[in-house]
T-cell receptor, first 110, second 115 residues
Framework: ELKVEQNPLFLSMQEGKNYTIYCNYS?????LYWYRQDPGKSLESLFV?????AVKQEGRLMASLDTKARLSTLHITAAVHDLSATYFC??????????FGAGTRLTVKP | DADVTQTPRNRITKTGKRIMLECSQT?????MYWYRQDPGLGLRLIYY???????NKGEISDGYSVSRQAQAKFSLSLESAIPNQTALYFC??????????????FGPGTRLTVL
């Protein structure tokens, strides 16, 4: 059974700083997804990582996938307040159902 | 207009009542999903449907049932609501993995409170 663990669960950082959110998964996953959720809102797709070594970047966010280590990372560069949100990673189990991590609540302070 | 809509957006009900949450989509996707979100637990899959005739249980299906009335509509029912079903419920849709838009698209959510 696919299990997805994120850390940290809570992250408070200052504007301008860099940080990485980690996503470990327990068994083979065909692909790895990252989503963003603003308070009281729905989930918005950020990245889909399809293969080992995949790297995708959008603005100050960069996601990578290491299938051998069963690890994906979401790196935040020079954080700004607008990045404050909860970030979820999710893997796709063999039966095509998606398993989510618990989420990382990011707060970026001035 | 939103591509994935959910009704109602908020619902307060009492223990033992039957509740139906509805989801409609205009994205033309065959695959639809129901999740619940609880604080600190992320999203957990309740049921999913790959087409009108294909419905599957997810991670936490006990106490729930679904109906896929059409490609665009997927309803979630709580036959006899209980307080620990208080949660935020999301509907989502997708193409099959590997398609041109390989992700799930989420509705705005339904906040359900069972007293």
């Amino acid at each position: 059974e696919l299990k997805v663990e994120q850390n940290p669960l809570f992250l408070s950082m200052q504007e301008g700083k860099n940080y990485t959110i980690y996503c470990n998964y327990s068994t083979t996953s065909d692909r790895l997804y990252w989503y963003r959720q603003d308070p009281g809102k729905s989930l918005e797709s950020l990245f889909v990582l399809l293969s080992n070594g995949a790297v995708k970047q959008e603005g100050r966010l960069m996601a990578s996938l290491d299938t051998k280590a069963r690890l994906s990372t979401l790196h935040i560069t020079a954080a700004v307040h607008d990045l404050s949100a909860t970030y979820f990673c999710a893997g796709l189990a063999n039966n095509n159902d998606m398993r989510f991590g618990a989420g990382t609540r990011l707060t970026v302070k001035p | 207009d939103a591509d994935v809509t959910q009704t109602p957006r908020n619902r307060i009900t009492k223990t033992g009542k039957r509740i139906m949450l509805e989801c409609s989509q205009t994205k033309g996707h065959d695959r639809m999903y129901w999740y619940r979100q609880d604080p600190g637990l992320g999203l957990r899959l309740i049921y999913y449907s790959f087409d009108v005739k294909d419905i599957n249980k997810g991670e936490i299906s006990d106490g729930y049932s679904v109906s896929r009335q059409a490609q665009a509509k997927f309803s979630l029912s709580l036959e006899s609501a209980i307080p620990n079903q208080t949660a935020l419920y999301f509907c989502a849709t997708s193409d099959p993995p590997g398609g041109s838009t390989d992700t799930q698209y989420f509705g705005p959510g339904t906040r359900l409170t069972v007293l």
